[in-house]
């Protein structure tokens, strides 16, 4: 079957807000990591939140900070993959991800092998080199950086929608498409198939899928069933919220917070991207609000070693506020200047070749094959052909 493409359809058009919504998620992530997960950056042996007793009450959500990325994933891939081909995706998607990602690992790398690591933290070359492919998960690899765990989530995603794509996206298959998968991988799960519920992605199916039925939304308001594979999703991740996120807060942090306020904190995620992508705040423009959108992702990368060797180099020095303000600070500022050095210059580069190779293997596939026929021997016609003995 041949890949084919959407109908052209208007494009709802880059919403600047919900950039600035990416960014707030990778902001209480790293909140989460500096001063409520189970982490001892600021004195060995200590956790974090016992250095911001008060703070860590509420950072500790910051863990949802991860299913509000999933769930405008879900929406943004989905727009982005609408009206293209499969090629076209394959080619955006690397391009967008692995120049950030590359140079996150090797400085993450080169800071842990050459500078500083925290007690019990060691980096093989070897393993640089296959992180560097995004897929070390996949050959149980160990991770550079531990927050490199949404990428092979992400990876997985991508690849059920490249198999959409080959079947063409229309509305009713991408309906079709976020109601059954994400209830697929829950009974899955139940079931204890875990193959299939690792293929299916079953711990964040409800948010890639949710955000996928956001956006079908905001395709067409009165489309009564997209509204229901929304609210199918939002059930569904709630659910999930009140048990695995809940369970990984508890093993992740000295917390133990209450089911109703892992279940809001699920349904908030879902409020925020239905609320700036649904209304009139999806019109509001603003350069910066792209701009916050496109740090978001080094930021994520980059922020938890870095952000640890700067609070162990200042923690004796400055008050913890301030030294937390300068980790956060710092990473903002390295997120930066990974989008503007590495990014800016190296992404449309590698889109540019990637696009060419791609069509460099159409024509291939395109062009007639002829059978090639083995030109005769020559042979002197003055002298006779002798047949050749056999080899004893």
């Known amino acids: 079957m041949s890949a084919s493409k959407p109908p052209t359809e208007p494009s709802l058009g880059r919403m600047a807000v919900l950039d600035a919504v990416r960014l707030f998620a990778a902001i209480v992530v ?7 997960r189970a982490h001892d950056p600021w ?46 995706f394959t080619t955006s998607r690397i391009s967008r991800l692995f120049p950030g990602y590359w140079a996150a690992v090797l400085l993450t790398a080169g800071l842990l092998m050459f ?21 070390q998960t996949a050959f149980s690899v ?82 009564l069933l997209a509204w229901l594979v929304v609210l199918q999703n939002v059930a569904l991740g709630a659910g999930w919220a009140s048990l695995n996120t809940r369970e990984r807060l508890m093993e992740w942090t000295a917390f ?12 908030a995620c879902f409020v925020l991207v239905a609320l700036v992508t649904l209304t009139p705040v999806s019109r509001i423009t603003g350069s910066w609000l792209t701009t916050a959108g496109l740090l978001t992702y080094p930021l994520y990368l980059i922020h938890q070693y870095w952000g640890f060797a700067i609070i162990r180099l200042l923690q004796d020095d400055l008050p913890r506020y301030a030294v937390l303000a300068i980790a956060v600070g710092a990473s ?61």
């Open 30 to 36: 790293v909140l989460y990591h500096f001063t409520a």
């Open 43 to 88: 004195q060995e042996g200590t956790n974090s939140s016992e250095f911001f007793p008060d703070l860590s009450d509420f950072t500790v959500f910051g863990q949802f900070g991860v299913d509000l990325f999933f769930i405008i994933s879900g929406f943004v891939i989905l727009m982005s993959a609408w009206g293209r081909d499969v090629t076209s």
């Open 115 to 135: 500078v500083w690591a925290p007690t019990g933290k060691q980096v093989e070359l070897t393993e640089v080199g296959v992180n560097l492919t995004m897929v």
């Open 142 to 223: 160990p991770m550079v950086d531990g927050v490199y765990w949404t990428l092979w989530f992400e990876l997985r995603f991508y690849v059920l929608i490249g198999i959409l794509m080959l079947f063409g996206l229309t509305g009713t298959r991408v309906l079709a498409f976020a109601a059954i998968w994400p209830t697929a991988a829950v009974l899955a799960e139940a079931a204890g198939a875990g193959l299939l519920s690792d293929l299916l992605i079953a711990e964040y199916a409800p948010m890639f899928a949710g955000g996928m039925a956001i956006y079908m939304v905001a395709r067409d308001k009165r489309n």
């Open 256 to 267: 133990e917070p209450p089911v109703i306020w892992c279940v809001l904190a699920s349904l």
């Open 332 to 392: 903002v500022v390295l997120a930066w200047l990974i989008h503007r050095l590495v990014e800016r210059p190296l992404s449309p580069l590698l889109k540019r070749g990637l696009k060419r190779s791609f069509e460099s293997l159409a024509q291939e596939d395109g062009r007639p094959r002829t059978k090639r026929i083995p030109a005769p021997a020559l042979t002197r016609v003055d002298s006779p052909v002798r047949e050749r003995e056999p080899v004893s």
